[in-house]
């Protein structure tokens, strides 16, 4: 027998080193041309919290941290008819008074220091919030006017941070809070709250279980950067390890999902609903056709994002979506085929939320989306992958089953409760709730920055569901 015969033709090689080269290029750019988390304001301890409690603002802006401290003891909401609220009205007046006496003082001095503007949105933002929910109610069809001394700043500031001009998920959660004991780390047991809008403990402890819930995100953080520095996702060695770190994300996802379900014997459905949920609405909380919010002295303000915080603002639940591939737009033709519910649906709702977002966060997500091979493209490549891969996925869609009851019990039992009255809602009839409200004349019931929270929620779970392998 000819040796030479067994070798490969010239051409052979010729086409084995150009495979070589491509797959030298694909791993260099995996690699090159990733940027560290740390490039956009996300630190590998704190993830998406700063590694340190936010400064106060520079003695210039007294008047702003002053009014901020202020505000729990003078104001009260202004569709409060209770004695305690009544009681704050002549205060809640001056209040407001003082803030339509203040000169638009200039933020560009802010601009050098990140973490001072981050600053300046919270205390603006919950000035913005104070303001408005603390005034009588206005008259159907008209717009509340925000006066142009928290309008004009707040915008700047907005611009300068990427993200919306009004309360925000970072405001409330993200960069609410001092250390417990300053010579200690952050830590969720070294955080405690600072503002609060109804000064209750179930108020507290609403952040408290958003802040476990994205502590609790922070190690899926890393295990979505070191899948993206993976230089070679082809071998055994990094095949067994995606396996294991999709098993340790699904066990990240069923924490969370617990740490959720800890809220209810936390946070009283009649408090929150009642007393803080009033404070979070937006200019567009009443629907799309309701009067909503004009800022003062800021052109066009009728286009700005104004729906105030919300839990699709969490960065982290978003990464997490954009790792696995789930398809809130509808884009792909996955199975079983979206609902009409599903196609009614607001599907550039998750989209619109990262624009609530610190724009160095929103960049991130980005930066994860263009990652060149998905995993779920990896998994559906490879036979070892694929249950580790829908195993994750349905803790992901048992976590947003459990979303739904839980807005159930706050939400939509609430919205046919009164502030004394008590019931229960079964999360089967959840819908025909709905429905009823809804031929009732009420109009749906919304979340807080005026989505129908039925489609909202119920889309989200069933796109989640189509994104297993093993339906595709």
Partial sequence: MNVVHLLPSPHQYFFLAVSL????????????????????????????????????????????????????????????????????RISGQIWRSQVLSWPVIDTEPLQVNL???????????????????????????????????????????????????VLTFADTVLWNWDLVDGSLPLSIENMRFVNLFSGTEDERNFYATSAKAE????EMLRIIDEYNNIPNLSDFTSISK???????LSGIINDISDIIQSVRPLV????????????????????PSAPGWLYEGVPDSENLDLSGPSAGQSSVMHALDIFLDVDHKLRQRRYPAPSD??????????????????????????SLAATPCSIR??????????????????????????HMRIACRYIVTMSRSTPGAHGGCPVASMMDRLQSSRAAGNGPIRGTGGNELSLLL???????????LKDN
């Fill in 21 to 88: 080269l491509q797959s030298t290029i694909a791993n260099s750019r995996r690699t090159d041309k990733r940027r560290s988390p740390v490039d956009f304001d996300v630190d590998v301890d704190t993830g998406f919290f700063p590694p340190h409690p936010l400064p106060h603002l520079p003695p210039a802006y007294a008047i702003w941290e002053t009014a901020l401290a202020e505000a729990g003891n003078m104001l009260s909401l202004g569709e409060d008819d209770s004695d305690p609220a009544v009681a704050k």
């Fill in 115 to 165: 973490r001072l503007l981050q600053r300046a949105h919270l205390v603006l933002s919950w000035l913005v919030h104070y303001y408005v929910h603390s005034a009588p109610p206005a008259a159907d069809g008209v717009p509340f006017t925000v006066p142009e001394s928290l309008a004009i700043p707040l915008v700047a500031v907005s611009r300068c941070l990427g993200m919306a001009p």
């Fill in 215 to 218: 502590f609790r995100g922070i």
């Fill in 242 to 248: 995606v396996a294991r770190d999709l098993g340790r």
């Fill in 268 to 287: 009283d459905p009649h408090v929150f609903y009642w007393d803080l949920r009033p404070w979070f609405e937006g200019s567009d909380a009443k629907g």
């Fill in 341 to 366: 519910g599903n196609k009614r649906a607001d599907h550039g709702f998750m989209e619109r939320m990262r624009r609530y977002m610190p724009g160095k966060h929103r960049d991130y997500l980005s």
């Fill in 377 to 402: 493209e990896l998994a559906q490549q490879t036979p070892a992958l694929r249950e580790p891969y829908d195993n994750a996925v349905m803790a992901l869609k048992k976590l947003r089953d459990l």
């Fill in 458 to 468: 119920k889309a989200g779970r069933d796109a989640t569901r189509r994104t297993l």
